[in-house]
């Protein structure tokens, strides 16, 4: 939710700040899904592949913020010199899923089993 709505804010600082919100909220996830664990809601495979999704994405929001904080020191050090500022292009082609994962990303994507979770 936070992600979204920091992007329809259209200034790379406001999406920056919402972005943080969701990493809080993703981390905070990750942990309580451990905890649930202990608790006998999950068993531990299940809680695992929860947590391998949530840290890949941690790790891809993180490195959205990285982008969005460069695109903020950009946007300030125009302004003091009076230029209008855009945000560059960072891909010099463009880029399969497969490769934007692993080369953008710097990290494979965890190998989720999808299965439906019954709360009966």
């Not at 809601?41 to 790790?59: K, P």
């Amino acid at each position: 939710m936070n992600v979204a709505e920091g992007f329809r804010r259209y200034v790379p600082a406001e999406f920056s700040r919402f972005l943080g919100y969701a990493l809080s909220s993703m981390e905070e996830a990750v942990r309580r899904t451990m905890d649930g664990v202990d608790r006998g809601y999950f068993t531990e495979d299940e809680a695992n592949n929860c947590a391998a999704l949530g840290r890949y994405a941690i790790r891809t929001a993180g490195k959205l913020n990285t982008y969005l904080r460069s695109c903020i020191a950009e946007e300030r050090a125009a302004r003091k010199r009076g230029e209008p500022w855009r945000p560059k292009s960072r891909r010099t082609k463009p880029a399969t899923t497969e490769q934007a994962t692993t080369e953008h990303l710097g990290a494979e994507q965890p190998n989720i089993e999808h299965r439906t979770i019954r709360t009966d």
